[in-house]
């Protein structure tokens, strides 16, 4: 047993290649559902900060329910991937982009750039968030909408930076603002949607879910805009959560233990110690029952966490355009460039008058300010990871080190960058760059998961058939998409 556990170590250095072998390590048994609640609720937080306050509602204003239909099969096309992402991580204790590395070193590498392109414009949420604010509150007075803009977004990183820095484990930290943002916009959207000026729309709009209303279906109320393509590629995409930020649910299983994740230690772990940024898991021959018995839990707890994330994210959406169809789209209020949440600020001002106004632009700000946050403590795990697996001399330092160095030059960036256009269109560019990764890692998750790892896992892991099928029908359906996206393009050029 022993010399046939060596040479399978062997292999494994042989072939894994730039990351050390895997180490043969015990699955966990399932700690209980409440010590483990809470990257689905992440998940669902960030998915808000995008689609569901700014580009669902956004469609539903100027072109009613004309694309509604389409909001629920894009939010299930995401299950799949959060599926593959996590179970990759459950089963070997790493991060999704450790397992792009062993798939194809440079592979990941281009993927990895991408990625780093792509988030130099994040700090476009802080600013989308604060167009509520500036609008609300005229301080300092006698600025035009966008320097107040920008002032509240300077103010709003300078407090939630810190927060992150000093934070003793940042983890935490993002997990209970997340918490505290999604569960008050929930009630006050609920309470919204249940005044009388609002319910009276139910019916048609209920319709509008389940029916087709655009061409060759019917008539949009307005004109098709050329330049609405990639806002509608945005909306479609980013669902749920969307583009690279889908891989961050593996660092949030991870900062959680989930699976062979529990072997691991935590990036921004006190500098004292030995650092364990590497989680190294193998699995030790043992009893096959045992092995499935834990399996079939840890993977109820995979598919419950990322049900919670995606379907909370449906229903507050389906909220947020219900409010938009009652409330903006008979007025022809349709937010953009400078006031992506001017207009949403009505959403509670049907309950609750001027301080209904006051506390969604309060809400609309701490949940893009949130999405800022968050995805500045998940792309700083990513860059740490990807650094000190990719490049063995990066480890002489310790990954908190990577960590806070690379977060605090990532706000430098964001900070700049988000000075060079309106929220809106550094969002659009954010969300293109983001499709085509989605595109690229999708098929990525399908080779590796269930074509390149199942060789090294215990029979009773290893992946059905069904999770292949529902991931290709994910990555078809966005190959499709691409296509129209382009289409559209053209169409406009012409």
Request: proline fraction near 7%.
């Amino acid at each position: 047993m022993a010399s046939s556990l060596s040479d399978l170590l062997r292999k494994i250095r042989r072939e894994w290649g730039i990351l050390p072998p895997l180490q043969p390590k015990s699955l966990p048994p399932f700690p209980g559902w409440w010590a483990m609640i809470g990257p689905g609720i992440v998940w669902l937080a960030l998915a808000q900060g995008s689609g569901e306050l700014i580009w669902w509602p956004r469609l539903v204003a100027k072109y009613g329910l004309g694309f509604l239909f389409l909001l629920i099969p894009a939010c299930l096309l995401q299950f799949p991937l959060n599926y593959a992402i996590g179970r990759y991580t459950m089963v070997t204790g790493e991060s999704i982009w450790q397992g792009f590395i062993r798939l194809n070193r440079w592979f990941a590498l281009l993927l990895w750039l991408l990625m780093t392109v792509q988030f130099f414009w994040f700090g476009a949420f802080v600013t989308a968030g604060s167009t509520g604010l500036a609008a609300l509150i005229d301080f300092p007075h006698g600025w035009s909408q966008q320097a107040k803009t920008m002032f509240w977004s300077w103010l709003t990183i300078a407090v939630l930076f810190p927060a992150l820095l000093f934070s003793p484990t940042a983890y935490r930290l993002v997990e209970r603002l997340m918490w505290l943002v999604a569960v008050v916009t929930f009630f006050g959207l609920l309470v919204a949607c249940l005044q009388p000026e609002v319910l009276r729309h139910l019916p048609q709009f209920v319709k509008g879910i389940l029916v087709p209303h655009f061409p060759p279906f019917a008539q949009l109320p307005r004109p098709w805009d050329p330049k609405d393509a990639t806002p509608l590629l945005t909306a479609i995409t980013f669902a749920g959560l969307g583009g690279f930020w889908t891989l961050f649910y593996s660092y949030w299983l991870r900062e959680k233990g989930a699976g062979m994740a529990r072997h691991m230690g935590h990036i921004t772990s006190p500098i004292t110690g030995k650092p364990e940024v590497i989680p190294l898991a193998g699995f030790v021959p043992e009893d096959n029952d045992q092995v499935a018995s834990r399996w079939r839990q840890w993977r109820a707890y995979l598919c419950v966490d990322s049900a919670v994330g995606i379907i909370g994210n449906i229903v507050t959406t389906l909220m947020t355009c219900f409010l938009a169809f009652a409330l903006l789209y008979p007025k022809g209020l349709v937010p953009q460039e400078w006031e992506l949440v001017v207009h949403q600020m009505r959403f509670f001002e049907v309950s609750w008058g001027a301080f209904g106004k006051l506390l969604f632009a309060i809400i609309a700000a701490a949940f893009l300010s949130d999405t800022w946050l968050t995805t500045l403590d998940a792309v700083s795990r990513v860059h740490t990871d990807f650094v000190l697996c990719f490049f063995p001399a990066a480890r002489k330092y310790h990954p908190r080190v990577w960590y806070y160095g690379i977060a605090i030059a990532l706000t430098v960036v964001t900070v700049v960058t988000m000075h060079f256009a309106s929220p809106q269109a550094l969002i659009l560019l954010s969300a293109v760059l983001g499709f085509v990764g989605t595109v690229i890692f999708t098929g990525a998750l399908l080779v590796l998961n269930y074509f390149w790892l199942p060789r090294w896992l215990p029979e009773p892991i290893r992946p059905r058939p069904i999770g292949a099928v529902a991931l290709s029908t994910s990555w078809l359906a966005y190959l499709l998409l691409a296509c129209v996206y382009l289409w559209l393009q053209v169409s406009a050029i012409r």
